[in-house]
């Protein structure tokens, strides 16, 4: 069967596309998200194009408001989207025809799908920039509040996941709060470098009617108009920068999540879970999974994944448009829901979780946790060359572990072997409680520094 040829563009052309053909090139299925961005990018089009007097005000009247119909249309599910007509921009328009009559023709003067699909793209992702901030916003209170609660609540650091020293509670999350916030300034960053307008640079060249792109960049929120057209139909870093922030963000949300997973476990019970945010198994009535942190710390597949395939599609394009550059949209949709989700499910699971504070406490003191602690003391008190000191707690430790128990519980006899000088106020730095007040170094894990930070942290938040 032979399809008649496409209204929009179809004069050359004597027959249909192919049904495979139809199927290959359309990208209606997904690009009908930018049916908001689309609207809007066309209304300031037509306000431009009657302002500098390219088309009448009356016809531009009729586009303005015709396209708010076509709008509201797509909001109520009311509009007959059709694979035919390719694109979210062509539906638009030819809805717009069906409602308007001729004037809707005016509309598509001194632009092109390649200017108005990169101004549509950019206008969605840029919103994805602001939701990805606010959402880091909330995680970054929930993780607060668990700080506030915990400030000096004790629990071992570890290095290569075996204990290293004990730290709190309030350090741990404020390090998630720190990393949060490097996340809210990428995409803050690339917020700031793609907001400049492409609209006007048509096809590819530019035009030869006397628009005014300033205007239609104001009027979008935009900072300025892109300066080389070439340049701004073919460029997608912005895309690109916002799934290089997503990515990293979905990392730090990834190690979280394992940290979650870890801690949540029967061996460590260091956090509960709360009902909200665990399954049970079908089959294992005592189960009480992670699931939703096992997500979290698989999202970053399909994140990190959509990045490396925008770039691959990006790479070894000649300039300026290439239909290639339609697959930029479906991998950013889809990473931009899954680190919304996987935000949202965080936050809820930060703001819902209970940390065990005598398991964390009980954990803390094992490990030999504080062995550093008393080489500082050898070297502090006794004035040994660090060196030495590391060398005669290495031997304490060993003989600890040849008694089958932790240093604390070693005698003054058992220390004085290995030492002479040893004194019983060394007891003083083996208590985890000491250990950590006692690292009040900028940043470090005294309760007096964390709480430091946090005030701190409340502040920028406020
Ligand atoms: N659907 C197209 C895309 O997403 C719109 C631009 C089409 N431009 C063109 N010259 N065929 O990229």
Known sequence: MTKTANTMWGGRFAAGPDAIMEAINASIGFDRRLAPQDIAGSRAHAAMLAATGIISDSDAKAIGEGLLTVLSEIETGKFPFSTALEDIHMNVEARLRDLIGDAAGRLHTARSRNDQVAVDFRLWVRDQCDHADQALAALQHALLGQAEAGADWVMPGFTHLQVAQPVTWGHHMMAYVEMFARDRSRFADARARMNASPLGAAALAGTSFPIDREMTAQALGFDRPMANSLDAVSDRDFALEFLAASSICAMHLSRMA??????????????????KWSTGSSIMPQKRNPDAAELIRAKIGRIFGANVALMTVMKGLPLAYSKDMQEDKEQTFD?????????????????????????????????FSTATDLADWLVRELGLPFREAHHVTGSLVAVAEGKGCDLPDLTLDDMQAVHAGIRTDVFDVLGVENSVASRTSFGGTAPAQVRVQIAAWREVLK
Do not use: H, P, Y
């Open 258 to 275: 394992e940290e979650l997973v870890i801690w949540s476990s029967a061996q460590f019970r260091f956090v509960k879970m709360s009902d």
């Open 335 to 367: 990473a931009a829901d899954s680190l919304m989700l996987a935000l949202a499910a965080m936050t809820g699971m930060v703001g819902d979780m209970t940390a065990n504070r005598d398991s964390l406490k009980i954990a803390a003191a094992t490990g």
